[in-house]
């Protein structure tokens, strides 16, 4: 396996991510207003509730845009198919991607923790090693859906229209503003399952409480195993012309 | 033979790009594919680069196939497709670094071709900022960055201004001494037959002839043409003895096609003279590859 060049297209891809003003304001400075700006609109209560829940959902929304879109754009440019003429193992570049959005997403993380800690005085109170796996599942999840979705998309429509057929369903319903309890009870059961309500409850639950691993472990399985299943068949059927 | 291509078809629904196509490509040939657009030439190409599978037939390089070994004939060809883009934000020296990581290279070689290629005053620069020619210079550099067997290239030159057409072109030329084989395609004739040893006419799909300029020349029934423009539309008929004129749609402009241009052109100037018609251009040239093509089509490269 060519580790260097995981490694260096992991750097260029930080490099390219760093160098634009825009993407930084919407991944780190507009979660941090929202954040901000909630947190002065809400009590305390609703701040651990909601906390954990914007984790999430920058989770998703930075694994989708950053991992999907990028393909997408890469392919119109014809740049997927000159890689492709090349010897380039086709698992570590698409790997690249799942590991840069994962440190991307780390920084997002750990800066809106600090603000949280800061700012409002609510820090993590369980398992931070815990914490740590949730995520890990968290963006492995999304970044594999994400490779799907940009699998077979020839163009920004087609993938803007596949990312919000993905994403607006979970925003809506995952509890990440308020609880989904108030759902019809039919449909609390398809709710619970969704990554994105997996993702955010379990984050709460470790966020919140200190809770033992095995009550994690069955949301991390299934988010982990959902994540290898979409990264697998998204490289299988991945257009690579 | 570097290349061996075995009746190669492949079709786009209804349309069959590349209908029955054969070719044998020694090591060291530079081999043009020239056509008009929609020839195939790029579906043939993709196909050898191995971007593209055939529906049926056989491709054999360096005496490998691309379902038996893609990763050592990945390692021994280089490609420069038609307008690659390349990552927004990325500069040239970071692209070439990836490219060195890709092929596993030394950091050294890469930068004896940097030298070599004039592109150190835009190494920090990013790529996507460059014109077309410095772009297209850089794609040839990570063509040729692992030291090809193979070289194809597709449409290298194409929109791009004459002096860096003449810069690619000249950095083709060195690789021809050195022996590198090399496949191009293009619709430049001028191109074809500077750079080229062995040009293949391709229309619809198929190959219609190849051979070296003057192989291809000599299918042609004479040496010259004589192309006038007239100032007014001839509707007389001209009494020329055996030359004949082909005439175009508007009967303004013709060609003649004669081995002997001086005689010819004396019996159509009196014959224009006694007619009253006045001529507004006059052109004596020996044949090129468009006159070949046209005489084996019936049609010119632009023409639909």
């Known amino acids: ?241 | 033979m570097m290349i061996e291509i075995q009746n190669i078809v492949k079709s786009f629904k209804a349309t069959k790009a590349i209908n029955d196509v054969s070719l044998e490509i020694p090591e060291g040939l530079f081999l043009a594919l020239l056509g008009p657009n929609g020839a195939g030439k790029t579906t043939l190409v993709e196909i050898l680069e191995g971007i593209q599978e055939p529906d049926s037939g056989l491709i054999l390089i360096d005496d490998k196939t691309w379902q038996s070994e893609p990763k050592a004939l990945r390692q021994i060809m280089g490609i420069c497709l038609q307008e690659t883009q390349y990552m927004d934000k990325v500069t040239v020296e970071e692209t070439i670094r990836m490219f060195t990581y890709i092929y596993h290279i030394q950091k050294s070689n890469a930068d004896k071709l940097i030298q070599e290629f004039g592109i150190t005053p835009f190494l920090k620069q990013y790529i996507t900022t460059l014109s077309g020619g410095q772009r297209q210079k850089v794609s040839l550099l990570l063509a040729l960055l692992h030291n090809p067997k193979i070289l194809i290239l597709d449409e290298p030159t194409t929109g791009l201004d004459p002096s860096f057409r003449r810069e690619i072109w000249d950095l083709l030329l060195t690789y021809k001494e050195k022996g590198l084989t090399m496949i191009l395609t293009t619709h430049y004739m001028e191109e074809a037959v500077i750079l080229c040893d062995h040009i293949v006419l391709m229309n619809q799909g198929k190959i219609i002839k190849q051979g070296n300029l003057q192989a291809l020349l000599k299918t042609l029934p004479t040496e010259h043409k004589i192309k006038f423009d007239l100032k007014v539309k001839n509707i007389n008929d001209l009494l020329l003895g055996d030359i004949k004129i082909i005439w175009d749609i508007n009967q303004k402009s013709g060609t003649i096609l004669t081995d002997d241009p001086m005689d010819c052109l004396m019996t159509v100037l009196n014959s224009f003279k006694k007619s009253d018609l006045e001529i507004d251009r006059l052109e004596i040239s020996h044949h090129t590859l468009e006159d070949v093509f046209i005489h084996l089509t019936g049609k010119g490269f632009d023409e639909p």
């Open chain 1, 1 to 241: 396996m060519n580790l260097n060049f995981l490694r260096y297209l992991v750097l260029i891809q930080f490099k390219i991510y760093f160098r634009q003003p825009e993407t930084l304001f919407w991944s780190f400075g507009f979660p941090l207003i929202l954040f901000w700006i909630l947190g002065l609109a809400f009590k305390a209560e609703y701040l651990k509730f909601f906390i954990p829940g914007l984790l999430a959902l920058n989770i998703m929304n930075g694994a989708l845009w950053g991992v999907g879109w990028g393909m997408v754009e890469l392919r119109m440019k014809k740049y997927i198919k000159r890689l492709s003429a090349t010897p380039m193992s086709r698992v570590i570049f698409l790997s690249s991607y799942i590991s840069t959005r994962i440190c991307i997403s780390l920084i997002e993380t750990g800066l809106l923790l600090l603000a949280a800690k800061f700012i409002f005085g609510i820090s993590l109170k369980g398992n931070p090693i815990l914490f740590l796996i949730v995520f890990l599942m968290g963006n492995f999840v999304f970044a594999g859906i994400s490779i799907l979705i940009g699998s077979r998309a020839d163009n920004m429509v087609t993938a803007n229209g596949l990312l919000n057929v993905v994403m607006l369903p979970m925003m809506l319903t995952s509890g990440i503003f308020f609880s989904y309890d108030k759902f019809p009870k039919i449909v609390i059961p398809i709710i619970r399952y969704f990554p994105l309500t997996l993702l955010a409850d379990s984050l709460r639950a470790v966020f919140s409480n200190s809770i033992h691993f095995s009550q994690l472990g069955l949301a991390c399985c299934i988010l982990g195993i959902l994540g290898l299943i979409t990264f697998i068949f998204g490289i299988r059927i991945f257009k690579w012309h």
